[in-house]
């Protein structure tokens, strides 16, 4: 147990305003708010959001210890609350003991035999994608792959055919899902967006229940995460209830959404940004992954410079900027006391840019991460877009797995040129992600191996 023997709270950011306290500025640019507070004070500084205080804790050790704390002292689910109404009682947004209960089924879900059969859904749908794209043309890059990252999590978690027959339906809906999230207003208001949120989430339950239903008659017929959890049963023998399933599916694909399409994005724009890195990618694309070369595990070992491509876009990209906790019992950090009620906050654009850490750390530099350098490895807790600790990220396998496949066949078969030179971040309640970005585009070989592929049966 943390010893607390320190009376004095942070020191609070200037700029406060009263009832607000820094409310409109978090609201316009955090990450700005978050440098302006270190900067004035260091690694760990107090700011206001309206009446509540907020502790930023900035710094591998002072992450350390925003992670590595039990649930009972930094609860997880009371700054998320608000996500409830959207998608139910789930994962860490539920109370600690549905959370428990939960956990160990997308544990499984998630174990490590199964990511080979998701590399192949992977590498099934970007070369869908791929195939629609024709000879040449232009794109908006993170339009397209928002609706890539849809297709592939539609298909891991539900299968293809749902994918190809009620996915578009069920997108539809999540949308509307997604459009009702507000951290601010009372969930259960009148208001339009709200109603709209209820009443897409009934007609997706109406949409799940007989495909659960058939999923419990004839579970050797399928292989997808909806499966995996159908199989399965809680420790006291009871089976896994239509509404957690749903709850399961919908949580799953908030999560892994829009986090892996923004990051994905991202890591093409910067890889075209700086051309002598895009030729490292190129050459080691060329190498590995040959005309007509399917991806397998010894291909995805073997794109080391895709791989810290990726990375170095989790670091200066990260599409989950600030995580948040609230301090049911007091804690220590960097020698001040955050009392209870407070709440405390990690801001990752700001703590992966400590020149402590990270040589010229504003620049795209992904060599940072190769054998004699290993910048990331001084600190257990120094690179957290994908958190850390007890609530890390389940799908950060999943999730650059699918980043390196999606770049990796897009420089295989495509000549690419960045029509929009310097995108902007457009920060969003789920995730962040890069403004409007336009590529040009031309067909570099193409081979058998890249037909487009036969459709499915129907479901
Ligand atoms: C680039 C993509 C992704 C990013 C940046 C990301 C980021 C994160 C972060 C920061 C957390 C910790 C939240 C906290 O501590 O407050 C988290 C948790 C989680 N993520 Fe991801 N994520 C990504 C992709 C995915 C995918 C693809 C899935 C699943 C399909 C997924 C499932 C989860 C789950 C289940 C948790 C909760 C873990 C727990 O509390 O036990 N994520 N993610």
Request: hydrophobic fraction near 40%; aromatic fraction near 8%.
């Amino acid at each position: 147990m943390t010893t607390v023997d320190v009376q004095t709270t942070p020191p609070l950011l200037s700029g406060a305003k009263p009832l607000i306290g820094h409310l409109l500025e978090f609201r316009g640019d955090r990450q700005a708010l978050f440098r302006r507070g270190f900067q004035e004070h260091g690694h760990v500084f107090t700011i206001k959001l309206g009446p509540q205080p907020v502790a930023v804790l900035i710094g591998p050790d002072n992450q350390e210890i925003f992670f590595m704390q039990t649930d009972e002292r930094l609860n997880i689910a009371k700054p998320y609350k608000f996500l409830e109404a959207t998608f139910g009682q789930v994962l860490f947004i539920a109370p600690h003991d549905v959370y428990l209960r939960q956990r160990p089924l997308v544990l499984q879900a998630f174990r490590r035999q199964k990511m080979m059969h998701y590399v192949q859904v992977m590498q099934r749908e970007v070369q869908r994608w791929l195939d629609s794209l024709g000879e040449s043309g232009e794109l908006e890059l993170t339009a397209a792959i928002n609706n890539l990252v849809q297709q592939v999590a539609g298909h891991a978690l539900m299968g293809e055919r749902f994918q190809q027959q009620v996915g578009p339906e069920f997108w539809e809906l999540y949308e509307d899902l997604s459009r009702s999230l507000d951290p601010v207003l009372p969930p259960h208001w009148p208001l339009p967006r709200f109603r709209r949120r209820d009443q897409a989430k009934a007609r997706m339950k109406e949409i799940l229940q007989p495909i659960i239903a058939e999923r419990r008659r004839h579970p050797e017929q399928y292989d997808d995460f909806l499966q995996d959890f159908v199989n399965q049963s809680y420790p006291d023998g009871a089976e896994v209830e239509d509404d957690v399933l749903l709850a399961l599916m919908l949580g799953l694909m908030f999560a892994g959404h829009e986090t892996t399409a923004g990051q994905a994005a991202w890591t093409i724009i910067q890889i075209l940004q700086n051309p002598e890195y895009q030729r490292l990618v190129q050459e080691e694309v060329d190498a590995v992954l040959p005309p007509g070369r399917e991806i397998d595990e010894q291909a995805m070992r073997r794109l080391q410079h895709v791989s810290w491509a990726v990375r170095e876009t989790e670091r200066l990209r990260p599409s989950a900027d600030l995580l948040l906790r609230h301090v049911d019992e007091p804690i220590e950090a960097g020698g001040y006391q955050i009392p209870a009620g407070w709440r405390v906050m990690v801001a990752a654009e700001v703590a992966h840019v400590l020149p402590e850490l990270w040589q010229n750390p504003e620049r795209f530099d992904p060599l940072r991460y190769a054998p004699g350098r290993e910048e990331h490895k001084q600190h257990r807790f120094s690179l957290i877009g994908f958190g850390g600790g007890t609530h890390k990220c389940l799908g950060m396998n999943f999730a650059n797995n699918e980043m390196m496949i999606i770049t990796a066949l897009l420089f295989q078969q495509f000549e690419l040129e960045l029509l929009t030179a310097d995108p902007e971040i457009r920060r969003g309640v789920g995730a962040n992600r890069p403004s409007e970005t336009w590529l040009r585009y031309r067909a570099r070989q193409r081979t058998a191996a890249h037909e487009p592929e036969e459709q499915p049966e129907a479901v």
